[in-house]
């Protein structure tokens, strides 16, 4: 089993914790409180591999574990996000597609994963626009005096992806709807960049052990990703 | 005239100063006050005759006349008062006005409550009637006070009673309703006008002798203490669940201070008296020796002294001796809970004193683990003169509630106002009532009248007002939703009808609107003091330490101002450079570091020795890693300051004592460490108070060592064999060694505790400011 730390960050209530909560039990929860440092949770998901003409053992299922931390999104913590997102594999960036300045502070976070992180390559960054529940399905900006309706336009928000090669998706916690592709769409790349990992190293040397500890000394993650304990 | 206020009136309570029941006496027991402007003016018990009320038929006798039927009439009066189920709620009665002269003259003995110590009632049997025996706290006043007896068959009182509660619950099938008998009235009056501590059932908590004790309250002979102190609550514990088998215990033997062997001769003073008393009438000792030949099972613990104790002193074998053979079985059931009970506590003592590396008494480890003394109403009440000024001391006070914490939310509500210092200790009711009046009156025209009614507070923009508004009904939304008063949104809290449940779940809209008053007086209270403290303005967290004290008092000023004063030392929590919060995890590394070195290196290699997996620890402690209740509990302990004002980092220490062995074997890196840490579950947080008492008693006395010791070889460098005589003699050796074994010290070489350190021994809140303005 191949396991990898991802982070979530992103401002204050845009619905990071019911994201997780979604992904991994699959349940919403309208009064979630407010997360204070952060949250542990973990998900086993399979994947398949993606190069199945090679080999049929391939074929099988590929089991990857996220080890998921979840943040408190308030400003006055945002200095203590360092301790949660080093050695992380990837992030899940949120903001709320009706909240127009959580995209501008989902940018921030962009920016300074970008420039802390030693391997910025290798972190996947997926920037997610949350609560698309909220916008009636036949409107758009502001049509309704109840709803806030959309306040981030969806091709702002893809742009800025694309510009900074991050992964995009617009999801609803509470109905489900996308959250799912946003974890396996992530697995599938970090699977995509251990195996080319794994030929890179396999030039390099022939030895197993080599080829771990080469990768440890790339990041020194704690939970190393090359590590297979199934 | 000199008039009086009765209190309470039973008739037909009779003396028996001889064995011939012809030679029993009638009369009334009477709780009286005389009226005076004196506050301290203090209830009288007083026992009178019937016949000192009829004597002569003079004229002058009239009066006497009068208050016998006064008495009579005010026998029946009070009965009716008595209701049988509740004796936590406090019934009215009625007062009436008596010529308290009179009631003098013929009286055989009075006593102020005050100097009561006790009050034993024995319930009436086949063949007794059931009787009170009052201790008083002066020795000599005893012989004046006889045994008194209820005679239940001829009191009109008692047996209108009885008639009412046969009437209303007669149930024959219930075999664990108690008889009603004239005692009970007396006993639940007495409550309402002092507090009345049992001491019999200390032990009900125990789920192990749960049917015992409650048999004991049955049937039992049950001892109250009248206003007992906290001490003569341990000491009455100790007596009876642990005092015996403190000999059998091997920790203790080389222990025993001074000061141990008097307090124990002093609890055998008062148990002795009462078992004089017991003596008088119950013969229990046969009870072991006939059951001894029926009970295999038996006769092994009865070579057990501490069983064996107990087993003389118990009530209840004089009712089951009855039927040999249930009482054989029960006896054994009984005997093996004792047994377990007794190997139970021995274990406790050992294990902690073995955790504590034997730096704590026997003594302190007692006083620590006994928590079962929770402050009462009616404590709390006996605790206040007339004037409404507590009249014992703070630190008696702040004990009782360290070491016990509120017995309930009524009581909680009391205290917490003044935990929270928004009234004085010292201030009277007259007080306290003109200091709410000032409070309410500031609340509104400096804080809340600054930005109802969509205002924007003067001194702020509007955008940053309405970005702080945002955050905080944010965060109110989501605050603690499972607790009754904040579940439903609507305009009562409450969830009415099927139409309220819809408003309910309107939720659908992210920008709903908080309809339930309660989320609505949150949300006032934290946009107050965000006018009232503007430089920190509002925090994530700060939610979760309004919400138990909103829930306990339901006040919005109440609420607003004890939350203003609990910020106050909450503040360097939430500072923008995490500099108050970053001291508290240095303190605790290097209390950490002194205290616990072992886990301490492992955290070091874990690259964990910052400590910051008890971030959200500290910041709202404990606020989500404990239930509500427990979270009451424990903050009501620390708002104490009773040995410091960082009481929390005590309690963290003691999280990760007792976490120590798991981190050190199993955890290796920086994220497992924090993902344990993150999800402890189900933590027994009584346990994690006592072992932070403990540590703190511990640090203080490395501390004190190390002053002590660093003292002397600045004094007299040249001779370090004099080390030993600094402080008591009996301590010096065993800590010396410890500190050896922790490698704290190179007996020769200065070690000294940082000033960091030291703040954890002073009571007084450490404060610090948000500087940034916006």
């Given amino acids: 089993m191949l396991q990898y730390k991802l982070v979530l960050l992103g401002d204050s209530s845009v619905g990071k914790s019911s994201i997780v909560q979604r992904f991994v039990k699959d349940s919403f929860d309208e009064q979630r409180e407010s997360t204070i440092g952060a949250a542990f949770l973990s998900q086993t998901i399979k994947i398949k591999s993606p190069n199945k003409d090679n080999d049929q053992e391939n074929d099988e299922d590929i089991a990857i574990k996220f080890e998921i931390w979840d943040t408190a999104g308030q400003e006055r913590y945002r200095s203590l996000a360092p301790m949660y997102y080093r050695n992380a594999n990837a992030a899940v960036v949120v903001y709320d597609v009706t909240a127009k300045d959580s995209l501008n502070k989902a940018i921030t976070w962009v920016d300074e994963l970008k420039s802390k992180v030693d391997d910025e390559k290798k972190l996947v960054i997926s920037l997610v626009g949350n609560k698309i529940d909220l916008i009636s399905s036949t409107n758009d900006i502001n049509e309704s005096a ?26 609803s916690a509470k109905t489900g709807k996308g959250v799912r592709d946003v974890f396996y769409e992530i697995a599938t790349l970090l699977y995509k960049q251990k195996l080319e990992d794994d030929a890179l190293n396999k030039k390099d040397t022939n030895e197993n052990e080599d080829r771990s500890i080469n990768v440890a000394l790339s990041r020194p993650s704690t939970n190393d990703p090359t590590s297979c304990c199934s | ?280 009438l119950t013969t229990p000792s046969y009870v072991p020796n006939l059951l001894s030949s029926y009970s295999p099972v038996l006769e092994k613990f009865l070579n057990d002294k501490y069983v064996n104790n107990l087993l003389k002193s118990s009530p209840q074998l004089q009712q089951a001796s009855d039927d040999f053979e249930s009482a054989r079985v029960y006896l054994a059931k009984w005997a093996l809970n004792v047994k377990q009970e007794a190997e139970k506590y021995r274990n406790v003592y050992e294990n902690l004193s073995n955790d504590m590396d034997n730096m704590v008494t026997d003594e302190e480890i007692h006083v620590a683990l006994e928590r079962s003394h929770p402050l009462t109403l009616a404590k709390w009440e006996s605790m206040f003169d007339e004037q409404g000024r507590l009249n014992v001391t703070v630190h008696e006070t702040k004990d009782f509630i360290f070491h016990g914490g509120c017995e309930n939310n009524e009581v909680r509500r009391q ?132 919400s138990p004290i909103y829930y306990i008092l339901q006040d919005e000023v109440l609420s607003f101002w004890a939350f203003v004063n609990f910020m106050d030392r909450m503040e360097r929590n939430f500072l923008t450079d995490q500099s108050g919060i970053k001291e508290q995890m240095l303190t605790l590394a290097e209390l950490t570091q002194l205290m616990l070195p072992d886990l301490m290196k492992h955290l070091t290699e874990c690259d964990s020795s910052n400590l910051f997996f008890c971030f959200r620890m500290i910041l709202v402690w404990f606020k989500r890693d404990f239930q509500d209740e427990q979270i009451w509990k424990i903050w009501e302990i620390f708002w104490t300051d009773y040995y410091s004002s960082q009481f929390q980092l005590f309690f963290m220490l003691a999280i990760l004592q007792k976490n120590s062995l798991p981190v050190i074997n199993n955890l290796k890196s920086f ?86 350190l030291r703040t954890l021994l002073s009571k007084r809140i450490i404060i610090q400011r948000e500087k940034k303005s916006f």
């Fill in chain 1, 146 to 171: 109840n709803s806030p309706g959309r306040q981030v336009d969806l091709l702002d928000a893809e742009n800025f992806a694309k510009e900074h090669n991050l992964l995009f998706h617009e999801v």
């Fill in chain 2, 1 to 280: 005239m000199s008039s009086g206020v009765l209190l309470y009136c039973k008739s037909k309570v009779y003396i028996h100063p001889t064995n011939r029941t012809s030679e029993n006496v009638p009369g009334f027991l009477i709780v009286y006050k005389k009226l005076s402007t004196d506050p301290d003016s203090n209830s009288i018990i007083t026992w009178c005759r019937e016949d000192a009320f009829q004597t002569s038929p003079s004229s002058r006798s009239n009066n006497k006349k009068n208050i016998l039927s006064q008495l009579l009439e005010a026998d029946l009066e009070f009965a009716a008062k008595y209701q049988p189920t509740s004796t936590s709620t406090k019934n009215s009665y009625p007062t009436i006005r008596i010529d308290t002269s009179q009631l003098l003259l013929c009286s055989d003995w009075q006593i102020f409550i005050s100097s009561v110590y006790s009050i034993q009632f024995r319930v009436p049997s086949s063949w007794w009637f059931g009787s009170i025996v009052i201790n008083s706290k002066a020795k000599n006043i005893d012989d004046n006070i006889p045994v008194l007896f209820f005679h239940d068959d001829v009191c009109p009182s008692t047996k209108r009673i009885q008639k009412k509660m046969m009437m209303e619950n007669f149930d024959p099938f219930n075999k664990d309703q108690d008889l009603y008998w004239g005692g009970d009235d007396f006993k639940q009056f007495l409550t309402t006008i002092c507090d009345l501590q049992s001491v019999n059932n200390a032990s009900s908590d125990d789920a192990s002798s749960d049917i015992l004790s409650s048999k004991n309250n049955a049937r039992g002979n049950n001892i109250y203490l009248v206003n007992p102190t906290l001490e003569d609550l341990r000491n009455f514990k100790s007596n009876i669940q642990n005092l015996d088998k403190k000999p059998a215990s091997p920790t203790s033997k080389n222990k025993s201070t001074g000061v141990y062997d008097s307090l124990n001769k002093q609890k055998w003073t008062i148990l002795g008296k009462i078992a004089d008393y017991t003596a008088k």
């Fill in chain 2, 671 to 756: 994220d497992d460490i924090l993902k344990y840490f993150n999800d402890l579950k189900d933590l027994d947080w009584e346990d994690l108070m006592v072992r932070a008492e403990l540590l703190f008693i511990k640090f203080q006395k490395i501390v004190a060592f190390v002053d002590g010791q660093n003292s002397l070889i600045s004094d007299a460098p040249a001779n370090p064999n004099t080390t030993g005589t600094g402080t008591g003699a009996e301590a010096n050796i065993p800590i010396e060694d410890k500190l050896t074994k922790l490698s704290l010290h190179d007996p020769k070489k200065e070690f000294i505790i940082s000033d960091r």
């Fill in chain 2, 415 to 546: 205290v917490w106002l003044f935990l929270l210092g928004v009234y004085p200790w010292d201030s009277s009711k007259d007080e306290r009532e003109q200091l709410l009046k000032s409070l309410e009156s500031i609340y509104f025209s400096s804080y809340k009248n600054l930005w109802f009614g969509d205002q924007v507070p003067s001194d702020m923009t509007k955008e940053h007002w309405k970005d702080e508004v945002f955050k905080i009904d944010k965060d109110v939304k989501r605050n603690d939703r499972h607790l009754n008063i904040y579940k439903h949104n609507t305009e009562t809290g409450k969830l009415v009808n099927s139409d309220d449940q819809e408003m309910d779940s309107e939720v659908d809209d992210s920008n709903w609107v908080i309809i339930n008053p309660h989320l609505n007086t949150l949300k006032s209270i934290l946009m107050s003091y965000n006018v009232y403290n503007p430089d920190l303005g509002y925090c994530q967290g700060m939610t979760d330490l309004l």
